[in-house]
């Protein structure tokens, strides 16, 4: 069974840093692009990054580029977020997602979603 | 970046009927492979999104038949034939024609 278990979300101050985690388990892991997703409280989904299989290739959306970094540790099944100089705006559930195609092309949309983390940005 | 519009933001329907989602993109998602680029996912309340449809009309393994996609270029549609009380969500539409990703604003069907 696929499984993808988000974690280090929490309160964090405008300015702040934050590393999220997720723990993926039940596939080959590094056959896999990876991606992250947030939802703003009680609003859409908004695409963030993506990871290559060997984390060669990345990718970021503009709202967070220069200040998330994407990266993986195959050995560990893991994927990380690392978030700094937060804003507002950041404030959401962080999901993480695995890419459908398992052949190291990314196909770019998401077949396995894990619960996700909250990521609160407040003073 | 591809804007990608769903209509209606929500909608009320009967259980047994018919429930239509329309989604529009503002350049097309058709590839010269001749395929459309272009997924669907159902978001219930305190979950994650669920991967409905992808290609525009290939349903996901395990999801029901009653689900459908369908439309081509910058006009796609997501029916559920037969509304059913486990269909009431959230549904979205996302383009991976290129980067950055971007999915609509969802559409939430209730049942009258």
């Known amino acids: 069974e696929v499984k993808l278990v988000e974690s280090g979300g929490g309160l964090v101050q405008p300015g702040g840093s934050l590393r999220l985690s997720c723990a993926a388990s039940g596939f080959n892991f590094s056959s896999y692009a990876m991606h992250w997703v947030r939802q703003a409280p009680g609003k859409g989904l908004e695409y963030v990054s993506t990871?290559?299989?060997?984390?060669?290739?990345?990718y970021y959306v503009n709202s967070v580029k220069g200040r998330f970094t994407i990266s993986r540790d195959n050995s560990k099944n893991t994927l990380y977020l690392q978030m700094g100089y937060l804003k507002p705006e950041d404030m959401a559930v962080y999901y993480c997602a695995r890419d459908f195609s398992s052949n190291g092309v990314p196909e770019y949309y998401f077949h396995y979603w894990g619960q996700g983390t909250l990521v609160t940005v407040s003073s | 970046d591809i804007v990608m519009t769903q209509s209606p933001d929500s909608l009320a329907v009967s259980l047994g009927e018919r429930a239509t989602i329309n989604c529009k993109s503002s350049?097309?998602?058709?590839?010269?492979?001749?395929?459309?680029?272009l997924a669907w996912y159902q978001q219930k309340p305190g979950q994650p999104p669920k991967l409905l449809i992808y290609?525009?009309?290939t349903r996901e393994s395990g999801v029901p038949d009653r689900f459908s996609g369908s439309g081509s270029g910058t006009d796609f549609t997501l029916t559920i034939s037969s509304l059913q009380a486990e269909d009431v969500a959230v549904y979205y539409c996302?383009?991976?024609?290129?980067?950055?990703?971007?999915f609509g604003g969802g559409t939430k069907v209730e049942i009258k």
């Open positions: 350049q097309s998602l058709l590839y010269s492979s001749k395929k459309n680029y």
């Open positions: 290609w525009a009309s």
């Open positions: 996302q383009h991976y024609y290129s980067v950055p990703l971007t």
């Open positions: 990871i290559g299989t060997n984390g060669g290739y990345t």
